[in-house]
C-alpha cells in the first residue's frame, strides 16, 4: 500500500496557479495599473495648472505694456484716485483701471472702455502710485495687481 500511494504522490504534479498565488498576482497587477493611472492624471493636472500660470504671465506682461504705451510721451499724469490711472498726451486722455476682475483702457476720457484682459484671467487689486519728481528722477508711476493671485509691479519714469 505504502508504494502505492508514493507512486501516485509522484504523479501528480501541479498544473496553473494556487488561489493564494492567483490573488498575489492580481493584487499586484492592480497596483501597477493604479499607479499608473493615477501618474497619468496627475501629468494631465500639472500640465493644465502649468497652461494657467502662462496665462496669467502672458496677460499681465500684456497689461504692463499697455499701461508702458499710455504712459510714453504723456504731458500729465493723474492719479489721485489709486485705482485709475489719468493720462494726457498730446491732447488725448487715455484712463486705466480695473473695477472687476478684468482690465479696461479708455483713450476718451473714460466714456467708452476697451477690455485690456480676458475671461481666463482674473485681474485683481490694481493701483497706481505717482512717483513725484526728485531730480535727478523724473517724475513716474508705479503700477500693482494681481493677475490670478500673482502679484506684478511695474514703475514707469516719464522722460520727455
Known sequence: YHIIKRMMMKRTKHNGFTL??????????????????????????????????????AEAAFLMRKIDWALNGADSIDVSAPT????????LSIWVHAPSDRALISKDGGTSW???????????????????????????????????????????????
Request: aromatic share 8%; hydrophobic share 40%.
Open 20 to 57: 493564494i498565488e492567483t490573488i498575489i498576482y492580481i493584487a499586484l497587477l492592480t497596483l501597477i495599473i493604479g499607479s499608473g493611472v493615477v501618474a497619468g492624471f496627475y501629468v494631465i493636472d500639472s500640465s493644465e495648472k502649468e497652461k494657467a500660470n502662462i496665462n496669467a504671465i
Open 84 to 91: 485709475i490711472l489719468k493720462v494726457t498726451r498730446g491732447g
Open 114 to 160: 476697451t477690455e485690456l484682459t480676458g475671461d481666463w484671467t482674473k485681474i485683481t487689486d490694481l493701483t497706481f502710485q505717482d512717483i513725484p519728481a526728485a531730480p535727478p528722477k523724473p517724475a513716474g508711476v508705479t503700477a500693482k495687481f494681481k493677475a490670478d493671485g500673482k502679484d506684478f509691479e511695474m514703475t514707469k519714469y516719464l522722460r520727455k
